[in-house]
């Protein structure tokens, strides 16, 4: 049974950093890319960031270049979300999630959510 | 930029009968491998999304077939055959191919 669980949720301030880990079974990850995205009340269901299954590519959506950073761990199976600089706007429940690599269909199966709160 | 309009936003239904939610693309998809990457997702409440359709028409593994999809150009529609309770939630479609994947707006199902 493939899961995914993310976890680092928190309540940080506004120029904050944080991290999120997500942990995968189940499934031969390395066949996988990962990504993370965000559902917000305002903006709703957000990809944010990608990468290939063998660590090696890296995508990001505009509002959050420059200051996440998506991450892998093939030989522990953990995918992990850098987020520095945080602002309000990056509230949200942030899903880990994966795609067949390669597949442009994206998004085949998604985990449980960690939520981040950011207020000052 | 493209836009992904889902209408309605909000669909109350009776358990039983059938429910249809549409998606606009703002402009005509089109991807380098001729194929359509319009997918469909269900979220229960308090659950993760999950996909029900990808590439317009197919359905995922596990998915009930009163669940289909369909559509071309700029018009594609989600149906439910007839509603169960267990379907209540939001359903947004997404359009893929290409990074970013995007987003619609979503549409809450709600019993009548």
């Known amino acids: 049974e493939v899961q995914l669980l993310a976890s680092g949720g928190d309540l940080m301030q506004p120029g904050g950093s944080l991290r999120l880990s997500c942990a995968a079974s189940?499934?031969?990850?390395?066949?996988?890319?990962m990504t993370w995205a965000r559902q917000t009340p305002e903006n709703g269901l957000e990809w944010v960031a990608a990468?290939?299954?063998?660590?090696?590519?890296?995508y990001y959506a505009d509002s959050v270049k420059g200051r996440f950073t998506i991450s892998r761990d093939n030989s522990k199976n953990t995918q992990s979300l850098q987020m520095n600089s945080l602002t309000v706007e990056d509230t949200g429940v942030y899903y880990c999630?994966?795609?067949?690599?390669?597949?442009?269909?994206?998004?085949?199966?998604w985990g449980q959510g960690t939520l981040v709160t950011v207020s000052s | 930029d493209l836009v992904m309009t889902q209408s309605p936003l909000s669909l109350p239904v009776t358990l039983g009968q059938p429910a249809s939610i549409s998606c606009r693309p703002s402009?005509?998809?089109?991807?380098?491998?001729?194929?359509?990457?319009v997918s469909w997702f269900q979220q229960r409440p308090g659950q993760s999304p999950r996909r029900l359709i990808y590439?317009?028409?197919n359905r995922d593994s596990g998915v009930p077939d009163r669940f289909s999809g369909s559509g071309s150009g700029t018009d594609f529609t989600l149906k439910i055959s007839r509603v169960e309770a267990e379907d209540i939630g939001i359903y947004y479609c997404?359009?893929?191919?290409?990074?970013?994947?995007?987003f619609g707006q979503g549409t809450k199902l709600e019993i009548k």
């Open positions: 990468i290939s299954g063998a660590g090696d590519r890296t």
């Open positions: 997404m359009r893929g191919g290409i990074l970013p994947p995007l």
């Open positions: 999630a994966m795609w067949r690599e390669g597949s442009h269909d994206y998004f085949d199966y």
């Open positions: 189940g499934f031969t990850f390395t066949t996988y890319a």
């Open positions: 402009q005509r998809l089109v991807s380098r491998d001729e194929n359509t990457y």
């Open positions: 590439r317009v028409s």
